[in-house]
């Protein structure tokens, strides 16, 4: 059995980076060296002040400690990890392009009112779940012991849960609208047309050695 040092340094490094990423931020939050309206997507703020980090900021925040943070973050951890590991394997350029799109999708996404909210960071993990959900279909999935169900269904039975348990249905909504954007891009319509157009951009592949061609 790995010791938690061995499995971190194990894993993948984008999912790595994200999750690390997310739990720093919730500790900074949490010791109050800052405070989380400061790192928000405030719209007004990002466009009259100039606050340009909030666009970035807010894709880090999970929310205070808490069960659900722990779970967003076991949500990286398994989902995030066998996604770099299984289908974008060897692919680790187009594993951070999925990301730059998402979260552009998102911040899109946000500038339309009835779809905004403070922080994407749920979202993102979202997506991630949406993603592998469709990239494993048929893997049996226990929903904390309670149900059995196909993985197709899990971001779906998820957001459920997050209503029945009083979160807001918006993040988890917002995360697989902008997985299914991305997995129409990159997977069905290039096997209905033969045409991929959300290539990962030629500027990206000289980051990661071991990153190969887009399928």
Known sequence: MSSPGEFYNSLPPITKAYGTLCFFTTVATQLGLVAPVHIALIPELVLKQFQIWRLITNLFFLGGFSINFGIRLL?????GVQLEKGPFERRTADFLWMMIFGSFTLLVLSVIPFFWTPFLGVS???????LWSREFPNANISLYGLVTLKAFYLPWAMLAL???FGSPIMPDLLGIIAGHLYY?????????TGKN???????????????????
């Open 75 to 79: 949500m990286i951890a398994r989902y």
């Open 197 to 215: 157009y959300l290539k990962t951009p030629k500027w990206v592949y000289p980051l990661f050695k071991f990153s190969i061609i887009s399928r």
């Open 162 to 164: 997050d209503v029945i």
């Open 124 to 130: 993102l993990v979202f997506m991630l779940l949406y």
């Open 184 to 192: 129409f891009l990159t997977v069905l319509h290039p096997l209905a």
